[in-house]
Each structure stands twice: as structure tokens, then as C-alpha cells.
């Protein structure tokens, strides 16, 4: 009986020393999934970002595609605040306008398109808009152009 006991005992000691080193390996484990958790949400921080980033060249190739578009309009000013763009132009007509609206639409990029504003001004009109520049998820290919404004 002695022997059985004694035995048990070593047993015993063997599974106690077993479970502590797996209780190691588990707090390890434990530790390395925080940490991979941890790298997960950076990368898709990361990722978000740049899929969110409003790429200042894309934006100015994009809208310098639809002004080359448009006959009879010309930008004189552009400003940027995040995502949206404000602009000033002159056009000879709102036809050439309503024109350059369409082409900045038609790049498939420009969204919330707003023409808050346009004037006659010594037989031009002088024009404010402001588009918020949101890239296609997936690459589209351009549209056609508008019919070129005129008077």
C-alpha cells in the first residue's frame, strides 16, 4: 500500500509539474493572442485610413480631366478642407457650367456636388462649387464627356 501511495504521490508531483508548465504555455499563448489582437486593430486602422485617404493628386488629375472636358470654363480658385473641394471659375454660359458639373460627375470621384453660386459678370458668369472627392471603391473607367457649353 505504502508502494501504491507513494506511487500516486510521484503521480501527483509529475501532473502538478505538467499543469504549471502548461499554465506557462498558457499564459504565453495568452499573451501572444493580446498582442496579435493588438496588431489586428492597428492594421485595420491602418487600412481605414488609406482607403479613407483623400489623395490630393488623384483629386487634382481627376478635376483638371473634367475642367480639359469642358469648353469655356476656367477655374480661378481652389481650396481643400478633408475631402471637399471648393472652387471658384468662370464659365461663358451656365450651359459650359452645367457642363462642367456633368464632366466633374461623370469622373465617377466627385460626389455632393454643389453649385452654390453663379453670377453674370460682364458677359461671363462667375461660378462657386463645392464637391466632396470620394474615389470609387473599385477602379471604374471614366465616363464620356458632356457635350461641350456654349452660349
Known amino acids: 500500500m505504502t508502494n501504491q501511495v507513494a506511487d500516486l504521490d510521484n503521480q501527483i508531483k509529475q501532473a502538478q509539474a505538467q499543469k504549471a508548465a502548461l499554465d506557462n504555455v498558457i499564459k504565453q499563448d495568452q499573451i501572444y493572442e493580446a498582442r496579435k489582437k493588438t496588431l489586428e486593430n492597428r492594421v485595420k486602422v491602418i487600412e481605414g485610413l488609406q482607403r479613407n485617404q483623400v489623395s490630393p493628386v488623384m483629386a487634382l488629375d481627376q ?77 471604374a473607367p471614366a465616363g464620356q464627356p458632356a457635350a461641350a457649353g456654349g452660349n
Do not use: C, H
Not at 65 to 83: G, I, K, P
Open 63 to 139: 478635376l483638371s480631366e473634367a475642367v480639359q472636358r469642358t469648353q469655356f470654363v476656367w477655374l480661378s480658385n481652389l481650396d481643400q478642407n478633408n475631402a471637399v473641394l471648393s472652387m471658384n471659375g468662370v464659365g461663358t454660359s451656365l450651359n459650359a457650367i452645367a457642363d462642367f458639373y456633368t464632366n466633374l460627375t461623370a469622373t465617377g470621384y466627385f460626389k455632393n456636388i454643389d453649385v452654390s453660386n453663379a453670377q453674370d459678370s460682364a458677359g461671363n458668369f462667375v461660378f462657386s462649387l463645392k464637391a466632396e472627392f470620394s474615389p470609387p471603391r473599385t477602379a
